[in-house]
T-cell receptor, first 112, second 113 residues
Framework: SQKIEQNSEALNIQEGKTATLTCNYT??????LQWYRQDPGRGPVFLLL?????KEKRKERLKVTFDTTLKQSLFHITASQPADSATYLC???????????FGQGTTLQVKP | DADVTQTPRNRITKTGKRIMLECSQT?????MYWYRQDPGLGLRLIYY???????NKGEISDGYSVSRQAQAKFSLSLESAIPNQTALYFC????????????FGPGTRLTVL
């Protein structure tokens, strides 16, 4: 069956450290993978997109990698801040469907 | 003003009642989506529409219906609400040229007693 999985356990880190979140998928061949941030009680907000032919994408303190052989994406936040505390969702787009499949999300807590 | 708006933001209703959740967007996107979010289950797609004349069922459409009244408006109805439809509901839009990046509304918290 097709699955997209993120660590269900919350990730707690100290301010200034690098947070690394994982997204694994099975039985998909996504054209691209996206990462969203969601704050409590609010809608997800798009952060980054990486295409199947890209290994890495950066935006300010954010970095995303995409390994189609391992079927895994890693999402890094460097120099983390308490304001980065939120739930982060990965989503993939099976080719030519116009839909996104979302993971369950991983909650990140950055402590001062 | 917000690009994607949802009304109401909160609603408490009783079992068996008909409920309509409304979504409007000013982004000019053709594609619109309705999701529900439950703790531990993530976002699940209920219905989606790629243009005014196109309506498609998503992963969990049973018990729901939709109407695409215009490019900018997409409403979700619960014909006869039941308690397990208690959830957070999100509307989203996307531009077909934008790799399906989705723009979400603020959500509607629905409680069915």
């Amino acid at each position: 069956s097709q699955k997209i999985e993120q660590n269900s356990e919350a990730l707690n880190i100290q301010e200034g450290k690098t947070a690394t979140l994982t997204c694994n998928y099975t039985n998909y061949s996504p054209a691209y993978l996206q990462w969203y941030r969601q704050d409590p009680g609010r809608g997800p907000v798009f952060l980054l997109l990486i295409r199947e032919n890209e290994k890495e994408k950066r935006k300010e303190r954010l970095k995303v990698t995409f390994d189609t052989t391992l079927k895994q994406s890693l999402f890094h936040i460097t120099a983390s801040q308490p304001a980065d505390s939120a739930t982060y969702l990965c989503a993939l787009a099976p080719s030519n469907t116009g839909k996104l499949i979302f993971g369950q999300g991983t909650t990140l807590q950055v402590k001062p | 003003d917000a690009d994607v708006t949802q009304t109401p933001r909160n609603r408490i209703t009783k079992t068996g009642k008909r409920i309509m959740l409304e979504c409007s967007q000013t982004k000019g996107h053709d594609r619109m989506y309705w999701y529900r979010q439950d703790p531990g289950l993530g976002l699940r797609l209920i219905y989606y529409s790629f243009d005014v004349k196109d309506i498609n069922k998503g992963e969990i459409s049973d018990g729901y219906s939709v109407s695409r009244q215009a490019q900018a408006k997409f409403s979700l109805s619960l014909e006869s609400a039941i308690p397990n439809q208690t959830a957070l509901y999100f509307c989203a839009t996307s531009d077909e040229t934008g790799a399906d990046t989705q723009y979400f509304g603020p959500g509607t918290r629905l409680t069915v007693l």
